[in-house]
T-cell receptor, first 114, second 115 residues
Framework: DQQVKQNSPSLSVQEGRISILNCDYT??????FLWYKKYPAEGPTFLIS?????DKNEDGRFTVFLNKSAKHLSLHIVPSQPGDSAVYFC?????????????FGKGTLLTVNP | DTGVSQNPRHKITKRGQNVTFRCDPI?????LYWYRQTLGQGPEFLTY????????KSRLLSDRFSAERPKGSFSTLEIQRTEQGDSAMYLC?????????????FGSGTRLTVV
């Protein structure tokens, strides 16, 4: 049972345009959502997070939107740059005793074309 | 030290051999995690340490796997009698208690290939 789902294995966008990466979840106990970026042969790097009590968080070119009623979040990258080409993972942590554990989606490969 | 360090970066071993990986977390982080990532999948939780105490082990961690964190500093992950299905990227991460807000810091991983 996959609690965090990234249904698009890949996404291709032109440099300068917006990239929108989507993530759906099933567990209502998730209280924080995080996005990670991963280059080949490297570990994932933390990008941005959002608390379940908020609907938007922005950091430079990266904005995460959360729709709790739809159990959906998205990461917007504007403007997209070739260096953004990587695999993006959505992750979530739950309230309670397992609040140290992150549950990851399968990732979306973003390719930004010059 | 500004990051999580993992050694070795790559390990090729024959089926049935034992392997050990090491992780050095960020010194201020008392929480340490091991995850495994296979092709096309996201990282999957294996185990969690708070200081030297191992507080959770995933059911993915069979009896052939053991992890330690002596003195709450570095950690080792040992796989005994390796099988081809153990081939994966093994990721170590560390964090502060405010996990949700700041997330984990991952190391670069150890790529294990069992032949």
């Amino acid at each position: 049972d996959q609690q965090v789902k990234q249904n698009s294995p890949s996404l291709s966008v032109q440099e300068g345009r917006i990239s929108i990466l989507n993530c759906d979840y099933t567990n209502s106990m998730f209280d924080y959502f995080l996005w990670y970026k991963k280059y080949p042969a490297e570990g994932p790097t933390f990008l941005i997070s959002i608390s379940s009590i908020k609907d938007k968080n922005e950091d430079g070119r990266f904005t995460v939107f959360l729709n709790k009623s739809a159990k959906h979040l998205s990461l917007h990258i504007v403007p997209s740059q070739p260096g953004d080409s990587a695999v993006y993972f959505c992750a979530a942590s739950a309230l309670g005793g397992s609040n140290y554990k992150l549950t990851f989606g399968k990732g979306t490969l973003l390719t930004v074309n010059p | 030290d500004t990051g999580v360090s993992q050694n070795p970066r790559h390990k090729i071993t024959k089926r049935g051999q034992n392997v050990t990986f090491r992780c050095d977390p960020i010194s201020e982080h008392n929480r340490l995690y091991w995850y495994r990532q296979t092709l096309g999948q996201g990282p999957e939780f294996l185990t969690y340490f708070q200081n030297e105490a191992q507080l959770e082990k995933s059911r993915l961690l069979s009896d052939r796997f053991s992890a330690e964190r002596p003195k709450g500093s570095f950690s080792t992950l040992e796989i005994q009698r390796t099988e081809q299905g153990d081939s994966a990227m093994y990721l170590c991460a560390s964090s502060l208690p405010l996990l949700g807000r700041y997330g984990y810091t991952f190391g670069s991983g150890t790529r294990l290939t069992v032949v």
